[in-house]
């Protein structure tokens, strides 16, 4: 296989070997041109895991390091990001009060942190309903986004939200309050209008005005790997294709490729972001 020219990194992945097509897809990201790819925990019940206590997750964040060796194996780097998806408390109420819930997010969390401290993780995942719910719950999904910038500022890393669609503005000073710089505060599925570090899927239409402003960004596709809706988000080729696509078309040049793919992910992780 040719050597790549540049870096290509898919700054949110899901590869899941039970459930989806696993090492192909990630396979697929390679030979497409991908080199880098931040693997994330997927939500607890799609590996069939009810977490009754934080210890709970780490069966759900051992199978994530599982599936990274196994992609290591292909010859990609991989990154893990751990944490609890915010849609959990929703499902959780069902079978336990609001208060217990909140209490089993946030140790799931301490336990995730428990992995970055190790040099297991290179980030966190947390964030609040993506959906309408009740002030209550919103007002404990936010309690929970809380904790998990003050287990961020703890281990000195990145945080991704997964969160409403919109600029998520009142976060800036959750995280300011918490020590968390602002660029290390992932919005993932994001959009140019939030002040946190956008995430952009890589289809998105602002990616070539964002570079030529040098504005910071990073690029995902979100891909789900799950049988059930394949392709969902988009597909695991989404990233280098769309990139490859927009530097033939003269939309971005080489520069903003190493400055999207290597650059800024090494400045929001703290990791090295280098061709092998």
Known sequence: M??????ITDDHIH????NGRGIEAAKDFMRAGGTHLFLVSKPSWSLSVHPKCGEDYQAVFDETLRVADLISGTGLVVYTVLG???AEISRMTERMSLEQAVTVMKSGLDCAARYVHEGKA???KSGRPHYEVEPDILAASND????SLNLAAECNCALQIHAESGPCDDVVKMAQAANVPIDRVVKHYGSPDTPLH????AKHEAISKLAREKRPFTMESDY???NSRPGAVIGPKSVPRYTNMLLKNGLISQEDCFRIHAETIEKVYGVAIILS
């Open 224 to 226: 789900m790997d799950e």
């Open 15 to 18: 590869i899941d070997p039970v």
């Open 144 to 147: 929970v986004l809380t904790h």
């Open 2 to 7: 040719k050597s790549p020219a540049f870096p």
């Open 84 to 86: 609890v998806h915010p």
């Open 122 to 124: 290179v980030a966190l």
């Open 198 to 201: 956008p995430s952009l899927i």
